[in-house]
């Protein structure tokens, strides 16, 4: 983006709207201040996504990517994946806007590492 395309007032910089380019699937979900983790369940599998609400065993996430098959970066459990990250060479699911989770037995907070790895996985393509 060019600089013709944006302006400061009072401090915050501004950029004019025919200038954003839409490449979003889904509207764009507040995640400030929301933990990134991964949520292990006994039928719906692993997850990773910003946790928006938690009550028992029950999960909502949002910006979340299923963890169909993993590696992690140093380590091999997935309490390693959420300090280290996943392999460069892993590649997982499109990301979903939302998803609710109901038999989840475990909640791992994850590193900002971790996060940015999942994150910017490569998508897996069906053959």
């Known amino acids: 983006m060019n600089t013709d395309d944006t302006m400061t007032i009072n401090g ?19 995640t400030d201040g929301l933990p990134y983790v991964i949520c292990r369940g006994y039928y719906c599998g692993v997850h990773a996504g910003f946790l928006k609400d938690h009550d028992g065993n029950h999960c909502q996430l949002v910006n979340s990517r299923r963890l169909w098959s993993w590696k ?11 300090v280290h990250g996943i392999a460069n060479n892993i590649a997982l699911p499109d990301e979903l806007p939302e998803i609710f989770l109901g038999d989840v037995y475990e909640v791992i907070p994850c590193s900002e590492t971790a996060a940015r790895t999942i994150r910017e996985a490569a998508v897996c393509e069906q053959n």
């Open 72 to 82: 992690a970066k140093k380590g091999i459990s997935l309490s390693a994946v959420a």
């Open 12 to 30: 915050e910089e501004w950029v004019r709207r025919s200038a954003i380019h839409e490449t979003a699937k889904y509207p764009a979900q507040n």
